[in-house]
């Protein structure tokens, strides 16, 4: 059965800082996605960044970009330039051809002024 | 676009009582997820749509749980009778079909629940 595991419940970053959430996962499926979500507080949870496990090319959105490390079933995410709106509740979350997703435990990211 | 709607946005009820969660997808969305969070653990998966056709009910907790997807359309997962430990977070979501993008799942803003 996959897994994944966020080891960081909270962090803390200041302003216009960069800051790295951490995920880790288990499998046996070759072909999956991983996905990057955020919650900021009481509002909707929203689709950060998308990784396809075939491509070797870590994705990037903007301020946001991920470390794929396939072999060592490793996916952290990197927030740079830490803005206030970034302060929200991150998932990182697997999927394979099963269809649905299965999430860590979350980690809460606080950005200080 | 509208995005994946979620009615109530919150509800309480007594232990015994009767709850219906309503999900609207994305519109030409054929796949529909229900997840729930229970404080301050994990978001874990409940069951998944095709159109009208339940794919996968392997998340859900016990027979006080029915879920329906009428005509392929919104959805609905009624709690009956809830209990305590039901109240938490559920957090509906759509994605495409076979034909489009059916990985990527977008989120409704969750109903939260909480059972007394």
């Known amino acids: 059965a996959q897994t994944v595991t966020q080891s960081q419940p909270e962090m803390s970053v200041q302003e216009a800082e960069t800051v790295t959430l951490s995920c880790t996962y288990d499998t046996s499926e070759s072909n999956y996605y991983l996905f990057w979500y955020k919650q900021p507080p009481s509002r909707q949870m929203i689709l950060v960044i998308r990784?396809?496990?075939?491509?070797?090319q870590n994705a990037t959105e903007n301020r946001f970009s991920v470390n794929f490390q396939k072999a060592a079933k490793s996916f952290s995410l990197k927030i740079s330039d830490s803005q206030l709106g970034d302060t929200a509740m991150y998932f990182c979350?697997?999927?394979?051809?099963?269809?649905?997703?299965?999430f860590g435990q979350g980690t809460e990211l606080s950005v200080k002024p | 676009e509208a995005g994946v709607t979620q009615f109530p946005s919150h509800s309480v009820i007594e232990k015994g009582q009767t709850v219906t969660l309503r999900c609207d997808p994305i519109?030409?969305?054929?796949?529909l997820y229900w997840y729930r969070r229970v404080m301050g653990k994990e978001i874990k998966f409940l069951l998944h749509?095709?159109?009208?056709?339940?794919?996968?009910e392997s998340g859900m907790p016990n027979n006080r749980f029915l879920a329906e997807r009428t005509g392929g359309t919104y959805s609905t997962l009624k709690v009956q009778p809830a209990e305590l430990e039901d109240s938490g977070v559920y957090f509906c979501?759509?994605?495409?079909?076979?034909?489009?993008?059916?990985?990527?799942?977008?989120f409704g803003p969750g109903t939260r629940l909480l059972v007394l």
């Open positions: 979350a697997f999927y394979n051809q099963g269809g649905k997703l299965i």
């Open positions: 749509f095709v159109k009208e056709s339940k794919q996968d």
């Open positions: 519109s030409g969305h054929d796949n």
């Open positions: 990784q396809e496990a075939y491509k070797q």
């Open positions: 979501a759509s994605s495409q079909g076979l034909a489009g993008n059916q990985e990527t799942q977008y």
